[in-house]
């Protein structure tokens, strides 16, 4: 399973190389947020997902200070791709910042909710001179307001079940590139999915949003299947059954 997991991180890795992974004018500041912190954090402490988050522990006066980047930017001024990448960047970066909180002394971040809450009803992320949620951000603004399934492979919450942490900033002007890219990632990674005969094996990310997938989880996966699944789909596709898979929470660092 890791060695099909690296496989399929190529993918979106060589993407990147071709791309220029070092910080772009963009993540300067162009698209209107100076992501340049934040970029140099994921692009020295993440490798194929996994997070080294000790390594952004001993950094973490950097994480701040992005975090406050982010409390001083007024979204509501944001282009709309601007905006959808401001608040998956906020998503994700505020997500680290809580597992911080009580690193190295936790397994999932599930350990950080208490007896009638979740960690992600916790009021800590500071934007636009409101304390919100993380489940705010996701539901009340990103999945709400966007309408864009591919959100899902694009937050990250910490979690080995989760779609990978990208290693670089979303940013405005090639948002789109960068949510096929982590979608493609996803839905290829075997570990995480995989059609076995005529049922498909899917993440319980497909369960619990399955609206957002317009209830058609193999039409889904047509879009971003490739090779050999996308030709055993195409050919069964009336015939396939979908199983979801147990999520693992536990916590997706070293």
């Known amino acids: 399973m890791k060695e099909a997991r690296k496989r399929a991180f190529l993918i979106v890795l060589l993407s990147l190389w071709t791309a220029g992974l070092a910080v772009s004018p963009a993540a300067r500041g162009e698209t209107g947020v100076d992501n340049s912190l934040y970029a140099r954090l994921l692009k020295q402490y993440v490798n194929q997902g996994v997070v080294d988050y000790r390594g952004i522990k ?19 001024k944001l282009a709309r791709s601007e905006q959808f990448a401001f608040y998956v960047n906020a998503y994700n970066a505020w997500t680290i910042k809580l597992i911080l909180g009580a690193y190295p002394g936790l397994k999932s971040i599930k350990e950080l909710g208490g007896f009638l809450s979740t960690p992600w009803k916790k009021k800590i ?83 619990w949003f399955a609206e957002d997938f317009n209830n058609d989880i193999v039409g889904y996966f047509l879009i971003y299947a490739q090779e050999d699944l996308k030709k055993r789909l195409e050919a069964n596709r009336d015939k396939i059954g979908i199983k979801y898979l147990d999520y693992d929470w536990s916590l997706n660092g070293r």
């Open 58 to 76: 001993n950094e973490e006066m950097i994480l701040d200070q992005y975090l406050k980047v982010l409390e001083n930017t007024d979204s509501r």
């Open 125 to 207: 992320a500071r934007i636009d001179g409101e304390v919100l949620t993380l489940d705010a951000i996701e539901h009340e603004i990103l999945r709400k307001q966007f309408k864009d399934p591919r959100v899902h492979f694009a937050v990250n919450c910490a979690s080995q079940g989760c779609p990978p942490l990208r290693p670089e900033p979303y940013q405005g002007h090639k948002l789109n590139r960068q949510l096929d890219e982590m979608a493609a990632v996803f839905l290829n990674d075997p570990a995480r999915n995989h059609l076995d005969g005529n049922t498909l094996y899917v993440s319980s990310i497909f369960k």
